[in-house]
């Protein structure tokens, strides 16, 4: 229990930072390690076998880094890649993302429950086992959100475009009476502000796994004995595939996100 090596977490580009943020807030004794890959996003619609090259390089990097864990904070490597990571880079724990398709089931009222995630997401085994376990007699209704990733790059989440493709996907959702609606990609929740205001007055509850991944991560910890001692300073550090600008912007993304609300 007194490991001050870092924890890895790993995305196509800057979505990984909103579970960068829940992990900060989680574990705020716990170094992070960024490692937005940016040369190649979005992951979305690329092939399965191409994901998975792209997340061994990636977190063969953060371990090569240093890292005691990696955090795949991206819901399109982990459908692609986690098992195939967890065998090639055991004993180090790894934590994937889950789509929140569980809570929301169990949450709905309506009976109908809206998820957002990226094509590749969406036609995974992950996916379907998923909905298939835990949303017996609940309507799914599974949307890709087209162009969110690339809204979120581009730092465009607060203009009348964002807006006009948001609504395009999330307002058929509620008015088939979607009563929670799932983010299944980490860059969405960078889109929050303006789902909500979409989502206004029609009593709908938007579902963001990061803290609950967060929490898994100091589960595993725990388990395998790595956590950094108590009162470590921790340190955050961002690396990318993309270039010196990318990782920079990187950065100024992952701090103004500490400020947005949850
Ligand atoms: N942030 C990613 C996810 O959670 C992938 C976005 C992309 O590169 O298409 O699925």
Redesign the pocket.
Known sequence: MNDTRPIGVY???M??LTVWRALREALPEESLLYLGDGKN?????RPQAEIRQLADAAVARLVAEGCKMVVV??????AAAIDFLRTKYAPMPLVG?EPAIKPACLQTRSGVVGVL??E??LDGDLFRQTAARYASGIEVIAAAGHGF?ELVEEDREETPEAEACVRRIVEPMLQRGADQIVL????YPFLLPVIERIAAGSGAHIVDPSPAVARRAGTLLDRFGLRAPVGHHPEYGFLTFADETYRQRLIRKAWGSCEMKQ
């Open positions: 995305d196509s580009g979505g990984g996003c979005p992951y979305g619609s904070a991206c819901n399109t490597a982990t993302m995630a990226t590749r997401s990733v299944g990609c980490t860059h």
